[in-house]
């Protein structure tokens, strides 16, 4: 769209990254741009904030990706781990104590109580009691590929309830993450990149995978088809719950193509 940030993809071939922005009734695009002008830039996440402005959030595999006056972290490391910051951004500090090594995929705080998290990992996923002072495996259940956990999300008016979406499904807990049981009934055994929750009836959410977007009712014991195109990650806005933003990694080829509405 006009003012795109990049108006062309990276010409190294590989993966492409890139976001759109549907407007309220999906019927267009309100932005869409390309967003790795280098190689091996995968999106992981984004976010809204209250003016309506897209953050996001990924991984990079080299130290070419431009940054800017000021960032925290300038030059590329090549293990992930966990930083917390207690003054809004200004200042932040290691608080890894019972990480493993592996990037933190996402991170959820528990709604009414910030000080416990969970975080997704490619070794499970942990909980910390305690503001991130500390860490402990909340992992039992998970096994095979869904050890490797990609998103998380947690029922805003029961926050015991969780969600893990992983390389293979989804995963569920109903005890704060102590143990987790497989949820993917009527999904395809792809990879779920996101997932969303309706705040106004948390029974329902919506699954971004591999092979498209997913919904259920039932609080995830059964899963239909949605209509977006595949490979589609997504988040609602908090200034207008009826907008979603899309970022969408394809093979090259495939980002020129039109998001489909939902």
Not at 73 to 101: R, V
């Amino acid at each position: 769209t006009a003012g795109a940030y990049l108006t062309t993809p990276n010409t190294g071939g590989g993966e492409q990254a890139f976001i759109s922005v549907l407007n309220s009734s999906g019927s267009a695009l309100v932005y869409s741009t390309f967003a790795d002008s280098v190689l091996g830039l995968f999106l992981s996440d984004l976010a809204f904030d209250s003016g309506g402005r897209v953050c996001v959030i990924g991984e990079i595999n080299s130290s070419g990706l431009p940054v800017t006056p000021g960032a925290f972290q300038s030059s590329y490391l090549s293990s992930g781990t966990f930083f917390k910051s207690a003054n809004g951004a200004s200042n932040w500090s290691l608080s890894s104590s019972g990480l493993p090594s592996q990037t933190v995929k996402d991170v959820i705080l528990e709604p009414g109580n910030p000080a416990t998290i969970y975080a997704a990992t490619d070794n499970g996923i942990y909980k910390s009691t305690n503001s991130a002072a500390s860490w402990s495996n909340s992992s039992n259940g998970l096994s095979g590929s869904d050890v490797s956990v990609l998103v998380l999300a947690i029922d805003p008016g029961t926050p015991a309830t969780l969600y893990a979406g992983t390389y293979s499904g989804v995963a569920k807990s109903t005890d704060g993450g102590a143990n987790w049981a497989a949820a993917s009934s009527g999904l395809p055994g792809s990879n779920v990149e996101d997932l969303a929750i309706d705040p106004s009836n948390p029974n329902t959410l919506y699954a971004a995978t591999n092979s498209g977007i997913f919904k259920t009712t039932d609080a995830a014991a059964n899963w239909s088809a949605g209509s977006v195109a595949d490979r589609a990650c997504f988040s609602r806005s908090p200034s207008a719950p009826s907008r979603w933003g899309m970022n969408r990694r394809c093979s090259t080829g495939e980002a020129g193509q039109n998001p489909r509405s939902w």
